[in-house]
């Protein structure tokens, strides 16, 4: 179901692989031993980033210098130079983070089995694990595709800011003491920071292929809850409304759709257990790549279109996994709270069909007195409805994050509000500047156009006393 990914994790060891009782130990050990050398040379790329970052702010000689700007514009050059070194922080933690949680996946997978084979038919069953694996290919071709065309557009923009660097060359680390030839580092950038990015989007796209299946199945239960509806609005225009046999079947249906849903539940909180601290270490530094590249847009040091078409092509792509990825699991508590709804509908429907409403009175069904069995249903529907409403099925990160609809629009708006920000700090900074520009020229002006005259008795006031006062 998860082909692609759980394919590309157990190549690189971030999850244990799968063998016989005898190969077991072996298998185990060989996929430790990969996933720790995969893992040493993320978090070696991750460092030679980082070391990128302080540079850029604590070395003299760099455009950076706390003493010569102010509070404001220390604050966007952070965020300008954060980027890269997110990036490849994100892709370190999300792998460690999985690879710590490796000896759960076969439990969980075993989870994703049970779910599926208590939530639905056998053949349904069958249909829905084929979708999802079509789903888990299609986004796995997707994010490889966006970023490795996001990484050549970053190649072809830094090679014209830089164009005497050639493959023999070894200063592609510069200003760090690091001596690597330019197609050593493009291979160790390669292996341990473009392919460990995309590892764990990898993982992300595990979540939201997820996702994506627990909302189908929702979906497909608000579905049957729609027929029920549908049924009993054709049964109210009947003169004698449903009989004790219909009753009973939608009470039978009633008590699947509460186990169902309670698996829903169920496997809402297994996911939320397992993937809770990856979705919040994801979004959190997805937000802040987004933020350094705004930040790069309002502060770009360089004119030409190329740099900010880039940076643009940058924020659309971050914001994209900040929300257009996250559609289903935002469709997830869309789709779960609209249980309740679908439940108060039936409710009020059940109650028309059998001449109980306040709102509609049949003078033939009047006559009848209402079955036992209706009024237990009306009353389980109602429980049903109140469990719906309290109880909906929500992802989250770590409880910190939740995704919804109100979400999503606020994240977007909190970027658009933070460019604007920064661009009025931008423009604030360089009208201060100007004006001590200003100011300092004009002083150096008055200095040498005024002459001075010294005093050669500067204590003249203060000579011998006069005689008198002896």
């Known amino acids: 179901m998860l082909g692609p990914q759980v394919f590309l994790l157990k190549l690189l060891g971030i999850i244990p692989l799968v063998g016989s009782d005898g190969k077991r130990c072996i298998s185990a050990a060989v996929s430790t031993v990969v996933?720790?050398?995969?893992?040493?040379?993320?978090?070696?790329?991750?460092?030679?980033?980082?070391?990128?970052?302080?540079?850029?702010?604590?070395?003299?000689?760099?455009?950076?210098?706390?003493?010569?700007?102010?509070?404001?514009?220390?604050?966007?050059?952070?965020?300008?130079?954060?980027?890269?070194?997110?990036?490849?922080?994100?892709?370190?933690?999300?792998?460690?983070?999985?690879?710590?949680?490796?000896?759960?996946?076969?439990?969980?997978?075993?989870?994703?089995?049970?779910?599926?084979e208590h939530s639905l038919p056998t053949e349904i069953s069958t249909v829905f694990r084929l979708?999802?694996?079509?789903?888990?290919?299609?986004?796995?071709?997707?994010?490889?595709?966006?970023?490795?065309?996001?990484?050549?557009?970053?190649?072809?923009?830094?090679?014209?800011?830089?164009?005497?660097?050639?493959?023999?060359?070894?200063?592609?680390?510069?200003p760090l003491p690091v001596k690597y030839l330019t197609y050593q580092s493009i291979v160790l950038w390669t292996l341990f920071s473009t392919l460990a990015f995309i590892l764990s989007q990898q993982i992300f796209v595990c979540a939201i292929v997820l996702a994506t299946l627990l909302k189908n199945i929702l979906r497909r239960l608000n579905v049957e809850i729609t027929e029920e509806l549908l049924y009993f609005g054709r049964k109210s225009e009947d003169l004698?409304?449903?009989?004790?046999?219909?009753?009973?079947?939608?009470?039978e249906k009633l008590r699947c759709w509460e186990a169902r849903r309670m698996e829903a539940l169920l496997f809402c909180g297994e996911m939320n257990d397992f993937f809770g601290p990856i979705l919040l270490l994801i979004y959190g530094m997805d937000?802040?790549?987004?933020l350094g590249f705004s930040s790069n847009i309002v502060n770009n040091p360089r004119t030409d279109l190329d740099s900010y078409m880039y940076l643009a092509l940058s924020c659309a792509l971050f914001l994209a996994y900040l929300t257009v990825f996250s559609f289903p699991m935002?469709?997830?508590?869309?789709?779960?709270?609209?249980?309740?709804?679908?439940?108060?509908?039936?409710t009020f429907a059940v109650e028309v069909s059998m001449g109980l409403s306040p709102?509609?009175?049949?003078?033939?069904?009047?006559?009848?007195?209402?079955?036992?069995?209706?009024?237990?249903?009306?009353?389980?529907?109602?429980?049903?409805?109140?469990?719906?409403?309290?109880?909906?099925?929500?992802?989250?990160?770590?409880?910190?994050?939740?995704?919804?609809?109100?979400?999503?629009?606020?994240?977007?708006?909190?970027?658009?509000?933070?460019?604007v920000l920064a661009r009025e700090f931008f423009v604030k900074e360089q009208v201060a500047s100007v004006i001590v520009s200003y100011s300092?020229?004009?002083?150096?002006?008055?200095?040498?156009?005024?002459?001075f005259t010294v005093d050669p008795n500067p204590h003249n006031d203060f000579a011998a006393p006069h005689k008198d006062l002896l």
Not at 440 to 451: E, I, N, Q
């Open 359 to 419: 709102l509609r009175d049949w003078t033939g069904r009047s006559s009848h007195a209402p079955l036992p069995a209706g009024i237990r249903l009306i009353k389980k529907l109602k429980q049903f409805e109140k469990g719906c409403r309290r109880y909906v099925c929500t992802l989250s990160g770590s409880g910190v994050i939740h995704y919804t609809r109100t979400f999503l629009v606020g994240t977007c708006t909190f970027v658009l509000s933070f460019m």
């Open 287 to 290: 937000f802040l790549t987004l």
């Open 330 to 346: 935002v469709a997830v508590h869309e789709t779960s709270g609209n249980l309740a709804f679908l439940l108060h509908r039936l």
């Open 131 to 174: 979708n999802v694996g079509r789903t888990s290919v299609v986004l796995c071709a997707v994010t490889f595709c966006l970023h490795l065309l996001w990484e050549a557009v970053e190649w072809v923009v830094y090679l014209e800011a830089v164009p005497n660097i050639t493959m023999t060359t070894d200063n592609f680390m510069a």
């Open 440 to 451: 300092r020229s004009a002083d150096d002006k008055f200095m040498t156009a005024t002459t």
């Open 35 to 116: 996933g720790v050398c995969y893992l040493i040379g993320t978090f070696y790329s991750a460092g030679i980033n980082g070391a990128h970052f302080l540079y850029g702010f604590f070395h003299p000689d760099a455009a950076v210098s706390p003493k010569n700007t102010t509070h404001e514009s220390v604050i966007l050059q952070i965020m300008q130079l954060m980027p890269f070194f997110v990036i490849n922080s994100r892709a370190f933690c999300v792998l460690l983070l999985l690879f710590v949680k490796r000896n759960s996946w076969p439990i969980f997978t075993a989870k994703i089995d049970r779910f599926l």
């Open 240 to 251: 004698y409304g449903p009989n004790e046999k219909e009753i009973l079947a939608t009470v």
